[in-house]
């Protein structure tokens, strides 16, 4: 389960990584709390922050892919993390200062999703340089793993320390801003010789073009990247609906809305840990079964009929949630070309985010006018209706295949490798290839 932590610099990357998504946690909890109450508990507000944080995903994640494949991804890394630190500590003085709007948190949301859409593909595609492909499914659930432990300790943190502070949002910000520096000095400590970089990509026109036209090329990418745009952009915004469910539905404070994050958390983390035991390559069917199931526990949790209802079934929706993050993603890095990796990553997480700055503002007002449950279980059916009908598409593609190997037998013959048939076979396949009308005995 947890073979990947033998490299030291993977070692050293997640044990830092651990405190600083610790502090973002916080940080987000804190920055939505913060907006409902310069907006008096307004839903579409808290949607518009969401979706500027994770908007500039659709402009500027393929750059970051660009920059990724061309630069040395650690020195990207430390420049994205040092940012990411001054814009948390920034925030911070503001709402201690008593000098805080609700347009600065907007335009602070927004500086970070723009550096956030630059690290996200080079954090990513980092992550085979650490631990070499044999790693890499290994090495992407425990970075879920981690990122989900963080989530379950951050916002009880963060909940408790607001509720400490008499509702001031201010120290989670500040705890945020020092959380980077261990990721920095991880980074920066490691040893060069004990990497496995791919071959840096010369700089040249086009690139971006080439990354698109890469993905699109392979049929199972395509899938990968339609179910990321869907469950993102209607599944995934649990940071606007249960922010909702505990002060509208439930009408409670920062404690309970902290608690019931953690209890989502718990779920993820089990879904993260469940999924370290892969280590190949997931299938297409099990995406699309995942998907499906994720979507039905949304409708589930928003049928609950108490907080306390609520608040159990947020753990299997968690974990659902989980085991199809880390599957999509583990599925799209193993099947892109190495040195198309993080443009291939850059356009997953543009299709993962980026529907956020329309699928967030879009649920917090469907639950403002509605009602918070409305939100849940819209997005949820939502989802089961693309996981359907990709396994549709998918079944109806089999169909096909198998229509046409039926219409010609002799491809069947081949079980050797590519070009290549198995000993004692290949006078029969020739027999047969013969007997096929208009073909030529050519063993192929």
Request: one cysteine or more; hydrophobic letters at 50%.
């Amino acid at each position: 389960m947890f073979r990947s932590l033998r490299v030291p610099n993977f070692r050293r990357y997640a044990s830092a990584n651990l405190v600083s998504l610790t502090g973002t946690w916080m940080q987000r909890i804190g920055q939505d709390w913060l907006v409902l109450q310069l907006s008096d508990d307004s839903g579409i507000a808290l949607g518009l922050i969401t979706a500027l944080q994770f908007g500039p995903t659709l402009f500027l994640s393929m750059y970051g892919g660009v920059l990724a494949d061309r630069y040395p991804k650690r020195r990207l890394l430390i420049g994205t993390q040092v940012l990411m630190g001054l814009l948390a500590l920034l925030l911070g003085l503001l709402v201690a200062t008593d000098a805080v709007d609700l347009w600065h948190v907007f335009v602070l949301a927004g500086g970070l999703g723009a550096v956030s859409a630059i690290d996200a593909p080079v954090r990513q595609a980092f992550v085979s340089e650490m631990v070499g492909p044999e790693l890499l499914t290994n090495a992407v659930s425990l970075n879920s793993t981690i990122f989900n432990g963080a989530r379950l300790v951050g916002p009880s943190v963060a909940g408790l320390l607001i509720g400490w502070a008499s509702g001031d949002t201010a120290p989670a910000f500040f705890v945020n801003a020092a959380s980077f520096a261990f990721t920095i000095v991880a980074l920066a400590s490691m040893r060069a010789d004990q990497l496995h970089p791919s071959p840096p990509v010369a700089r040249a026109k086009g690139q971006l073009r080439a990354g698109l036209a890469y993905t699109w090329a392979h049929h199972d990418l395509r899938l990968a990247m339609v179910l990321a745009f869907v469950i993102g952009t209607f599944g995934f915004n649990y940071q606007v609906t249960i922010a909702l469910m505990a002060r509208e539905q439930f009408g409670l404070g920062a404690e309970a809305f902290g608690l019931l994050s953690t209890t989502f958390a718990i779920g993820s983390l089990t879904g993260a840990l469940l999924s370290t035991r892969r280590s190949v390559r997931p299938r297409q069917r099990f995406l699309i079964g995942s998907a499906v199931v994720f979507g039905v526990l949304t409708v589930v949790a928003g049928l609950a009929p108490g907080y306390a209802a609520f608040a159990v079934l947020l753990v299997p929706t968690g974990a659902a949630a989980l085991v199809f993050s880390v599957a999509n993603n583990s599925f799209v890095q193993l099947g892109a070309d190495p040195q198309m990796r993080g443009r291939v990553m850059a356009l997953y997480f543009m299709c993962f985010m980026g529907g956020t700055p329309v699928g967030a503002p879009l649920i917090g007002w469907i639950s403002e006018h509605l009602g918070a449950p409305w939100g849940l279980i819209l997005g949820g059916a939502v989802v089961v209706v693309a996981g359907v009908a990709a396994g549709a598409v998918l079944a109806r593609g089999r169909s096909v295949r198998l229509e046409g190997s039926r219409r010609r037998p002799w491809l069947r013959l081949r079980v050797g490798p590519r070009g290549v048939a198995a000993p004692g076979l290949r006078a029969a396949e020739e027999a047969v290839a013969a007997q096929a009308p208009g073909s030529q005995a050519t063993g192929r």
